[in-house]
């Protein structure tokens, strides 16, 4: 039978694949993977900073101070190129002005930046079926940056201001 051959085919030695896996690899091999891993990530993130926009707009708007208020977690974010970043940006809100981070996962090459009221100006826009806030930042316009309605009406709450009008929808 098909078992038979199998079983005399195949001796059982008492190990898994997991050992001869293993085993196939040696340290040097493992430890140059990694390192190759991690420069890929690092070369990704710079890649998707300056394609994004989020190099420029963290040139300007660098995060000199963690932010203590209350956060938006797990946002989403759409800038130049159509770059979107989901799911994994936080949003604050105080007096002072807009504070933006990322998942720390992929915070290499994207600091937290932190944006002056003064410097915010957005447009409500309808693109498909979602009502969205195309926000314009005063010292890097060239950057669009495209939030969901009702987080910007959180943020506009949670910071007192309101850095939108709907007479452009």
């Known amino acids: 039978s098909r078992r038979e051959k199998r079983a005399r085919a ?9 050992d001869k ?10 430890i140059l993977f990694a390192l190759l891993a991690v420069a890929g990530w690092i070369v990704f993130m710079n890649l998707l900073a300056a394609w994004g926009g989020w190099r420029s707009l963290a040139d300007v708007y660098r995060a ?49 930046l932190f944006i002056p009221w003064e410097d915010i100006s957005g447009t409500p826009k309808r693109v498909l079926w979602a009502n969205v ?12 940056f495209w939030i969901s309605r009702r987080l910007a009406d959180k943020l506009c709450r949670e910071g007192g201001v309101q850095f939108f009008s709907d007479e452009n929808i």
Not at 95 to 107: E, K, M, N, V
């Open 10 to 18: 195949k001796p059982d030695t008492g190990r898994n694949d997991m």
């Open 21 to 30: 896996i293993l085993e196939a690899w040696n340290w040097p091999d493992i």
């Open 64 to 112: 000199e101070t963690p932010f203590a208020g209350t956060r938006f977690r797990g946002r989403n974010v759409r800038l130049r190129a159509g770059m979107g970043y989901n799911g994994i940006i936080a949003f604050g809100a105080d007096r002072q002005g807009l504070h933006i981070s990322i998942f720390f996962l992929f915070r290499f090459a994207h600091p937290p």
């Open 133 to 144: 806030v195309a926000l314009r930042f005063e010292k890097c316009s060239f950057i669009p």
